[in-house]
């Protein structure tokens, strides 16, 4: 699996939104980008992913450049409760059932 | 959505005893389940893959003699840490893979090993 790079920590003001980028520049055609969030002393938990095309859900949107090198997590307004340490994670075929690799991931916290 | 449940939450023990956590899927089916260790302030690390009714696959540098891993049903996995010690504290966390549907992968909420 690719290797991805994440700044250690953001912050970010509440309400506003959180822009967390991650690098995977050596992603290869079949690797989907995930993003899971890990809220302190819990596991963690599933955010979105995406292959190609920008994705959206109930929790964030998920921006990956056209040559997929790169992606951007944004959680549109941010609150309190997104204080958490988010991990990039690229990995192949969704359908894989292969286990994920956790890099350092980004410390997000959330100020009021 | 597809629950892990993990149990207990913590357990505290003394040195030398052994330790068994459980974890299961509780309304899917997981052909696979894999058991990760958290120190404090830092990631993930992978230390087994678990397969129902097959030998667990461990990560290097993992003794498989000390972490026991049985995964006898599609709901259910164990790690047991045999004859603890203090440096063996640490959040252990499981996942599952739900065999039906896209493969998703899903986490326990952790079990936090004091070791005396």
């Known amino acids: 699996d690719a290797k991805t790079t994440q700044p250690p920590s953001m912050d970010c003001a509440e309400g506003r939104a959180a822009n967390l980028p991650c690098n995977h520049s050596?992603?290869?055609?079949?690797?989907?980008v995930y993003w899971y969030r890990q809220i302190h002393s819990q596991g963690p938990q599933y955010i979105i992913h995406?292959?190609?095309n920008n994705e959206t859900n109930e929790m964030a949107s998920l921006i990956i450049t056209e040559d997929r090198k790169s992606s951007t997590l944004i959680l549109p307004h941010a609150t309190l409760r997104d204080t958490a340490v988010y991990y990039c994670?690229?990995?192949?075929?969704?359908?894989?059932?292969?286990?994920?690799?956790f890099g350092g991931g980004t410390r997000l916290m959330v100020k009021p | 959505g597809a629950v892990v449940s993990q149990h207990p939450s913590r357990v505290i023990c003394k040195s030398g005893t052994s330790v068994k956590i459980e974890c299961r899927s509780l309304?899917?089916?997981?052909?696979?389940m894999f058991w990760y260790r958290q120190f404090p302030k830092q990631s993930l690390m992978l230390m087994a893959t678990?397969?129902?009714?097959?030998?667990?696959?461990?990560e290097q540098g993992v003794e498989k003699d000390k972490f026991l891993i049985n995964h006898a049903s599609l709901t259910l996995s164990t790690l047991t840490v045999t004859s603890a010690h203090p440096e063996d504290s640490s959040f252990y966390i499981c996942?599952?893979?739900?065999?039906?549907?896209?493969?998703?992968?899903?986490f326990g909420p952790g079990t936090r090993l004091t070791v005396l």
């Open positions: 996942s599952a893979i739900r065999t039906s549907g896209n493969n998703e992968q899903f």
């Open positions: 050596t992603i290869s055609g079949n690797e989907y």
């Open positions: 995406g292959l190609k």
């Open positions: 994670i690229v990995r192949v075929d969704l359908n894989a059932g292969n286990m994920l690799t």
């Open positions: 309304d899917f089916q997981a052909t696979t």
């Open positions: 678990s397969n129902e009714g097959s030998k667990a696959t461990y």
